[in-house]
């Protein structure tokens, strides 16, 4: 098992590069299947999500060729059965996306079920109806979603909630449907434009990605090419964030800083200089953190992906912030962590009011989700102290070398073994 140890205090000064977006890339690596040709992707982080969807492409029967830790040569013609493997895809939320690909390619889709970070209930009830609107059955056996079509026709397919998924597995699925199909009250996030530049590159027509209404008419056939993936905007926030926290002074590299717009407004508004260039950011401090009250929505609203992260630094704010996170059932299980420490924080049902306080003080914490764990990091950074944070593998899914990142602009941060002691069950 391993673990962060940090100690807390130093400012961040220096220049940090982001890796390729993790839900572009989840996305990207499993539309590969709706090509027989090869793809050459480039900027895909070195994350263990990115690593599983291409183990899961490869336990297929496809040929995966890294030529270095950020590109990736991947041949799919092989693949002639729509099953994916149990163990490795019950792990991630991204693997409901080989539903939509295996669906678009096959017909017929056998995928676990999705996991992911456990934020609650995340029902694929959304991606099932666009799968039924365009002609497929479906029904869960022991875990397993099985999708089948005896031909998938374009319609009209409207989404009652604003999903991220399953606007990506609508564009799947639509991709070599026959005919056009519109996909209304679509999710926005730049993810989505990324993967529709990918497929329509490759011959894909799909039209109006990035707004709320997507237009797919359907192609016989996709060319394989060659692709490198957009910044990850949540990667570049958290670091924009660490970098506030600490008072420091970080240039943050390779970023558009439009994907950041609600990130600059929002800590612009706590005091924070944020200075926007071609591809990078620079943030700075020097002043007090002003708190501030936000609400997560969709893209181009403040992501919920970084509401934990920005929750951290208002900890430290002066006054008491409000911060309402409805996306998801629970995305505040990271608040009894950061008590841990010293935070002031209630949460009822989706809101937090935090109070701000001098500073965190070190302690033992355990990240409990991707997103959870990179503001545990940003609290150990800006605590008095040590901090040691446990279950990192979480953390380790959506970002590539923190530690390596961290260290190069002066944080104290290793990621260290330990054997895990046996945990006793304590009643109450
Ligand atoms: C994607 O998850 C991201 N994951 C999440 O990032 C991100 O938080 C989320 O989008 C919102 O931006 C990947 O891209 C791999 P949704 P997804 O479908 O697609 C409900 C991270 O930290 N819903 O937009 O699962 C759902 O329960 C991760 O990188 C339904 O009810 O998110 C949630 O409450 C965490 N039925 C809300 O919609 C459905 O069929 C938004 O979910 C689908 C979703």
Request: aromatic content about 6%; proline content about 4%; some cysteine.
């Amino acid at each position: 098992m391993y673990k962060y140890v940090i100690k807390g205090g130093n400012r961040l000064e220096g220049e940090i590069s982001v890796s390729g977006a993790k839900n572009a890339a989840v996305a990207i690596v499993a539309a590969t299947i709706l090509c027989d040709e090869p793809c050459v992707l480039e900027n895909v982080p070195d994350i263990s999500d990115t690593a599983i969807c291409a183990k899961i492409l490869r336990e297929m029967g496809a040929s995966i060729n890294y030529t270095n830790k950020n590109t990736i040569q991947i041949d799919t013609k092989n693949i002639k059965s729509p099953v994916v493997p149990y163990e490795l895809a019950r792990t991630m939320r991204a693997s409901s996306y080989f539903l939509g690909t295996l669906l678009g390619r096959f017909h017929e889709a056998y995928v676990p079920m999705p996991g992911g970070c456990d934020l609650g209930d995340r029902p694929i009830d959304q991606h099932i109806k666009a799968f039924n609107c365009l002609g497929a059955t479906d029904e869960i056996v022991s875990g397993t979603v099985h999708v089948k079509a005896d031909d998938l026709i374009g319609c009209q397919i409207y989404f009652d909630i604003n999903t991220v998924g399953g606007t990506i597995n609508a564009i799947f699925a639509a991709v070599k449907a026959k005919g056009l199909t519109i996909i209304e009250n679509a999710a926005k996030e730049p993810h989505i434009v990324d993967l529709a530049n990918f497929l329509n590159s490759m011959g894909a027509d799909i039209r109006g990605a990035g707004t709320d209404v997507i237009k797919v008419r359907g192609v016989e056939r996709l060319k394989g090419i060659t692709y490198a993936i957009i910044p990850d905007q949540i990667e570049a926030g958290t670091y924009m964030v660490a970098a506030a926290a600490t008072k420091g002074n970080v240039l943050i590299k390779n970023v558009i800083p439009k994907h950041l717009e609600s990130i600059t407004i929002n800590l612009r508004k706590m005091g924070v200089k944020v200075e926007e260039f071609d591809e990078s950011v620079r943030v700075s401090v020097d002043g007090p953190i002003m708190k501030t009250n936000v609400k997560t929505m969709p893209h181009p609203g403040f992501p919920t992906d970084m509401q934990p992260q920005l929750s951290t630094l208002l900890t430290i704010a002066e006054g008491t912030s409000i911060v309402t996170d409805d996306i998801f059932d629970n995305r505040f299980r990271y608040v009894a962590e950061l008590r841990k420490m010293g935070a002031e924080i209630t949460v009822k049902d989706k809101v937090a009011i935090i109070q701000g306080v001098k500073c965190l003080k070190g302690a033992p914490v355990k990240a409990t989700d991707l997103r959870a764990g990179a503001a545990l990091v940003i609290a150990g950074l800006c605590a008095e102290g040590v901090t040691e944070i446990d279950d990192i593998y979480h953390i380790e899914r959506g970002y590539e070398s923190i530690e390596e990142k961290l260290s190069a602009v002066g944080a104290d941060i290793k990621r260290m073994y330990f054997q895990p002691k046996e945990t006793m069950a304590i009643g109450g």
